[in-house]
C-alpha cells in the first residue's frame, strides 16, 4: 500500500526533525556529561572536605574532653584530702600529745 503525499511530508519532517535533533543533542549531551562530571568531583571533594572537618571536630573534642576529666580527678582527689577522715593512729597519737600533734 502506497503513502500518500501527505503522510511522506509527515514522515519526511519527522525524519529531518530527528536529524536536527541529533546534532544539536549530541554536543550538547557530550557538555552536559562534562558538566556532571565537574558537580560529582565538587561534591566528593566536599564530602572529603566535611569528613576531614568532623574528625578535627571529634579530636578537638576528645581533647576538650580529657581536660575536663583530668580536671575533675584533681579535684576530686583535693576534695578527698580536704574531707579525708584522720586515721586511728593519728587520732591515738592527738590524744597523747594533748592535742598539739596535727592530723592531716
Do not use: N
Not at 562534562?34 to 572536605?49: N, S
Not at 576534695?79 to 592531716?104: D, E, M, N, Q
Amino acid at each position: 500500500m502506497p503513502l500518500t503525499d501527505d503522510e511522506k511530508r509527515v514522515i519526511l519532517s519527522q525524519l529531518l526533525s530527528l536529524r536536527d535533533l541529533q546534532i544539536i543533542t549530541l554536543p550538547q549531551y557530550e557538555s552536559e556529561v562534562a558538566k556532571l562530571k565537574l558537580t560529582v568531583a565538587d561534591e566528593q571533594q566536599a564530602r572529603k572536605d566535611a569528613v576531614t572537618a568532623e574528625q578535627l571536630a571529634t579530636k578537638a573534642a576528645q581533647v576538650e574532653r580529657d581536660s575536663y576529666k583530668s580536671q575533675m580527678e584533681f579535684y576530686q582527689s583535693a576534695l578527698k584530702a580536704v574531707t579525708k577522715k584522720p586515721s586511728k593512729w593519728c587520732l591515738f597519737a592527738r590524744i597523747l600529745t594533748l592535742g598539739i600533734k596535727a592530723c592531716h
